[in-house]
């Protein structure tokens, strides 16, 4: 069976509401960019890429999303890659490489981190073995998932994802049973320590 066979399921389901809200709140934030900024233009290229992610957003509703977890390891190695790419040729801005920039758009490798972590978790989970009780191994492997990307966005800097993804990664944990986790919430204050410590190292780089 093809991974990209159109689910028919999505469509008879398709929440229409939710579309409706959705771009309710984008073209909120589209006039108020033509209103704060209409004479640089700046707006017309945010509706043209808007209008370009209708794609992307299409084939998401209409594909199986339990066929995507075939395309984990494969999605999941190419953002790596992405993200050390960054080290090399990532743009810089304010003394962060967070930014690929192709001209036509910047691409955030970070962003696609977030959707390959969430989906290779829950492959892992989905395959998992529930019967069995839990221990390192269940949080071995999420965790080692977890910790490439992050310990690459780290390096960049980028302090904000990091804090986004945490708790996401905790959730998907707290969902799949491992309630005994949650005293173990406080270890990120360390990761928010070493995020500080590689950015000041930077900045005092850029000061030399």
Do not use: C
Not at 3 to 15: G, K, L, M, P, W
Not at 157 to 186: C, E, K, N, R
């Amino acid at each position: 069976m093809s991974v990209f066979q159109i689910d028919r399921r999505s469509i008879a389901n398709f929440e229409l509401l939710l579309l409706i809200t959705a771009f309710g709140l984008l073209a909120a934030g589209i006039l108020n960019l033509a209103s704060a900024a209409g004479q640089s233009g700046l707006w017309k290229s945010q509706l043209y890429r808007l209008l370009f992610s209708l794609l992307p957003m299409a084939a998401a509703l209409v594909i199986d999303y339990n066929r995507l977890q075939k395309l984990g390891p494969a999605f999941y190695a190419a953002t790596l890659a992405l993200l050390v790419g960054l080290i090399f040729f990532g743009h810089e801005t304010s003394g962060q490489k967070s930014w690929y920039d192709l001209k036509f758009m910047r691409l955030q490798p970070s962003e696609l981190a977030k959707l390959a972590v969430i989906i290779m978790i829950a492959r892992f989970y989905q395959r998992d073995n529930q019967d069995q009780p839990w221990g390192l191994r269940k949080l071995w492997w999420p965790g080692a998932i977890m910790a490439a990307p992050l310990f690459l966005i780290m390096l960049e800097p980028d302090l904000g994802t990091v804090i986004l993804m945490m708790p996401v990664f905790f959730a998907m944990l707290l969902v799949a049973g491992g309630i005994l986790l949650v005293p173990f919430t406080p270890s990120l204050g360390w990761l928010y320590v070493l995020q500080v410590v590689i950015g000041f190292g930077r900045s005092v780089n850029m000061a030399m």
